[in-house]
């Protein structure tokens, strides 16, 4: 008997191929009454990009359909029609074919669900919101007309708006605690803000006034599933991250490093969460124009990619991460400046030629300054480099290492000449030096600045900005 079973099941399977395939697709079928004769996209959130997925045309009833053999990754999706959102709904893993339909009327409030359990509540919430915020809009607009002129009937607007965000408090805590398990539960929680305590009194008498920063901080993710990859394509997780690395943390490289640090190891339980906060980390900072913050990269080169958790690239781009690592790491703010031993200007002309050597300059800051007179930029700079060394020599105690970067001597001994730059110029005469390498230049001119130890204090500046960091190191070191 059992054996005749499995043939039926079989040859039903056999006889029905959608079976075989229909849990790997997705089918979102739509209606929208006035649109008609277009084309519209399904799009995608991820991090803070919007990415197009798929794409449908209209019918004259106002029906497209959005369809793949592909299971959609579970998150926020939207409609745009001609760059513009139309409105977003949610796709779960065992949600992928259900329908939609609505007008343009009002996209969320006229919206009917039918094969989806979790877009019914999240539209339920969006449509009684929608509603308090109309309210809402409502008692502002009225309230900038009579802040001015009626103080009473004012002071009745912000009590009311008081209320209304009690009430949107109040509905968003009673719908999670209903539904509890839904992904609209968990994105509603995200959105929201950490509530911090009553400030207490020191033993002085006197209220904590840092307590509300270090609580915030502290509970700064409490909300926010850092480790479920669906909240990674919504327009909360990236907001999120952000707001913790760039108003919560210290704009400097540690501080930056520690936390980032806090945020992959709350992301470390997903691997696409994981992947997206260090690759964030790895690409935002490495293009930073802040000074110092390349050490961010360096740190999650060597920490993440040299050590093999970077899975999302291969072998050869692996390599090149890490090399860029260890190349950057030996040029960083706080590291001895390579050495350099170069030859002046005479070389190429008499065997009498002058060899400097970076490390034994004396001077109490050096400016390590690359550049080629055939190069624009170098031709604008330089002047103003040397009239700033004229002016300041003797106030800082500079010294100029002018790296010439040319393979052509004449042109270079006639503008020196010509400029009268009155420094160290030097050039890599027999190419013993990789100089490009050491000090990462790809492009003219660049200027390094070191202290007496010759320990890089600065770099990339540009001579308008000599002056105020010179008093300013000055000052710290004070």
């Known amino acids: 008997m059992k054996k005749n079973i499995y043939l039926f099941l079989l040859a039903f399977v056999m006889a029905s191929p959608a079976l075989l395939t229909a849990g790997n697709t997705y089918e979102i079928k739509v209606k929208v009454k006035e649109l008609k004769d277009s084309t519209v996209n399904l799009a995608d959130y991820y991090g803070d990009k919007q ?66 359990a979790e877009n019914k509540l999240f539209f339920e919430y969006l449509n009684w919101l929608s509603q308090k915020q109309k309210q809402a809009e409502k008692c502002r607009t009225r309230y900038k007309v009579i802040k001015d002129t009626d103080k009473d009937s004012a002071k009745v607007i912000e009590a009311t708006l008081q209320g209304l965000d009690k009430e949107v408090k109040g509905y968003m805590n009673d719908f999670m605690q209903k539904h509890p398990g839904s992904f609209t539960s968990k994105f509603l929680k995200a959105t929201l803000d950490i509530e911090i305590p009553e400030t207490p009194i020191l033993s002085n008498g006197r209220k904590d006034s840092t307590f509300a920063y270090h609580y915030a901080k502290a509970h700064f993710f409490d909300n926010i599933d850092m480790a479920d990859e669906r909240l990674l394509r919504t327009p909360i997780y990236f907001p999120k991250m952000k707001q913790y690395l760039e108003n919560m943390t210290l704009p400097v490289p540690d501080s930056i490093i520690k936390e980032g640090d806090v945020i992959i190891s709350k992301a470390k339980a997903n691997k696409e969460t994981f992947k997206f906060c260090v690759y964030y980390m790895i690409s935002n900072y490495e293009a930073s124009k802040v000074m110092g913050y390349d050490a961010i990269f360096v740190h999650e080169a060597l920490k993440y990619y040299a050590t093999k958790q970077a899975y999302w690239s291969d072998e050869s781009q692996v390599k090149k991460v890490v090399d860029r690592g260890h190349q950057l790491d030996s040029i960083l703010i706080g590291k001895p400046a390579p050495e350099l031993i170069m030859q002046d200007t005479l070389v190429g002309l008499t065997n009498d030629f002058n060899t400097y050597a970076l490390r034994s300059t004396k001077a109490k800051y050096t400016i390590v300054y690359f550049w080629d007179p055939d190069c624009g930029h170098c031709q604008k700079e330089t002047p103003k480099l040397r009239d700033f060394y004229n002016a300041n020599k003797a106030k800082y105690g500079l010294e100029v290492y002018a790296v010439g970067c040319v393979s052509e001597l004449g042109p270079w001994r006639k503008y020196i000449r010509e400029k009268q730059l009155h420094w160290i110029n030097v050039v890599d005469a027999f190419n013993k030096n990789h100089y490009k390498h050491k000090y990462d230049i790809y492009s003219t001119p660049v200027m390094y600045i070191l202290d007496e130890k010759k320990v890089i204090i600065a770099k990339r500046l540009e001579t308008e900005q000599l002056g105020d960091f010179l008093d300013r190191f000055e000052k710290m070191k004070k």
């Not at 793949?68 to 139309?86: E, P, Q, R």
């Open 51 to 116: 990415y197009i997925i798929d794409t449908a045309k209209i019918d004259k009833n106002g029906q497209f359909v959005f369809n793949g053999k592909k299971k959609l990754d579970a998150g926020m999706y939207m409609v745009v029609m001609n760059k513009h959102k139309l409105f977003d709904f949610v796709v779960l893993e065992n949600e992928q074919h259900f329908s939609l339909e609505t007008d343009t009327a009002d996209y969320n409030g006229h919206m009917k669900v039918t094969g989806s």
